[in-house]
């Protein structure tokens, strides 16, 4: 899609936005907090499953992240595109 002669390109999201690691790290400690509560407190039992799922569900997703990362770093041919950002610079 190219952009219109009279619109201007959207300008780039800042570096801050980009950034994976933050965005897992408070999804982790969420889910941790809400799994901690369901254990914790007897009113929240109904909780448990979803809690233990959602941390689960997160462990899978990072674990693939990492994966996919680690075959774009040694340059598998089957790795991910899109994880330039990712990489150390050589």
Not at 74 to 82: E, I, L, P, V
Request: proline share 10%; no cysteine; hydrophobic share 50%.
């Amino acid at each position: 899609m190219s952009a219109e002669p009279d619109q201007s390109p959207a300008p780039p999201l800042p570096a801050v936005l980009l950034e994976v690691w933050p965005v897992i790290v408070v999804g982790a400690l969420g889910w941790l907090a809400a799994t901690a509560a369901a254990f914790l407190v007897p009113s929240l039992e109904n909780w448990r499953p979803v809690t233990v799922a959602g941390l689960g569900t997160g462990l899978l997703g990072t674990g693939i992240f990492v994966w996919q990362l680690a075959a774009a770093r040694r340059g598998a041919r089957g790795a991910q595109d899109g994880l330039e950002t990712y990489l150390d610079p050589k």
